[in-house]
């Protein structure tokens, strides 16, 4: 099993630039998680889906964020236009189901940078 | 507002020897607890977690203990190795999706 992947595994933009993350979640699994994580918050979920569908959009920062998931085995996290402020490592996780005992598989993680 | 604290950044153990992560929450909803672990240019992975209807659980050399009373679990490592250098993530859960993180504490194993 290839795992979650993500790309790109690095990014640096100017700000004002739009910037995609991309996600492919481990098949058979209906629960995929987009996270932030920053030295000071820690890990953030920033959105989250099951069966290809938001469900809780809580933790997204602001309109210029955006995720999509058009199909079971694609998500995309858009940020436009982006910020310094949103430098940070962007984790996609998947999982079997919404229920807390069913593990979170983590990607590798996009570092992205703003400048 | 930060329901779930790990307020060691950093912690240093020599090998062979015992390393204890501690990791505080404030939400007594939470029922459902993790720890991921995190080497670097990775993703976290899952290591070990704790139902709140038990007070410890343990899996070969890592062991994590829930006292529900103080809100507090701590993870215990023993004996440590040097390939257990690593972040360590303490999380939490009301039962559902949605897993509360710490910020982490580096652990160093000493050789």
């Known amino acids: 099993d290839a795992g979650v992947i993500q790309s790109p595994r690095h990014e640096v933009t100017e700000m004002g630039q739009e910037v995609t993350l991309r996600c492919k979640p481990i098949?058979?699994?209906?629960?995929l998680f987009w996270y932030r994580q920053t030295m000071m918050r820690g890990l953030e979920l920033l959105i989250y889906?099951?069966?290809?569908?938001?469900?809780?959009d809580s933790g997204m920062p602001e309109d210029r964020f955006s995720a999509k998931m058009p199909n079971a085995s694609f998500s995309t996290l858009k940020i436009q236009p982006s910020e310094p402020r949103d430098s940070a490592v962007y984790f996609c996780?998947?999982?079997?189901?919404?229920?807390?005992?069913?593990?979170?598989?983590f990607g590798p993680g996009t570092r992205l940078t703003v400048l | 507002d930060q329901q779930v604290k790990q307020n060691s950044p950093s912690l240093s153990v020599q090998e062979g020897r015992i390393s204890i992560l501690n990791c505080d929450y404030t939400?007594?909803?939470?029922?459902?607890f993790l720890w991921y672990k995190k080497y670097p240019a990775e993703g976290p992975t899952f290591l070990i977690s704790?139902?709140?209807?038990?007070d410890k659980n343990e899996d070969g050399r890592f062991t994590v203990f829930l006292n529900k009373s103080a809100k507090h679990l701590s993870l215990h490592i023993v004996p440590s190795q040097p390939g257990d250098s690593a972040v360590y993530f303490c999380?939490?859960?009301?039962?559902?999706?949605?897993?509360?993180f710490g910020t982490g504490t580096r652990l160093k194993v000493l050789a």
């Open positions: 996780a998947s999982s079997l189901s919404q229920l807390a005992t069913n593990e979170q598989f």
């Open positions: 098949s058979g699994h209906n629960s």
């Open positions: 889906f099951n069966n290809n569908v938001p469900i809780d």
């Open positions: 939400n007594s909803m939470f029922d459902y």
């Open positions: 704790i139902s709140s209807i038990k």
């Open positions: 999380a939490a859960s009301s039962g559902t999706y949605k897993y509360i």
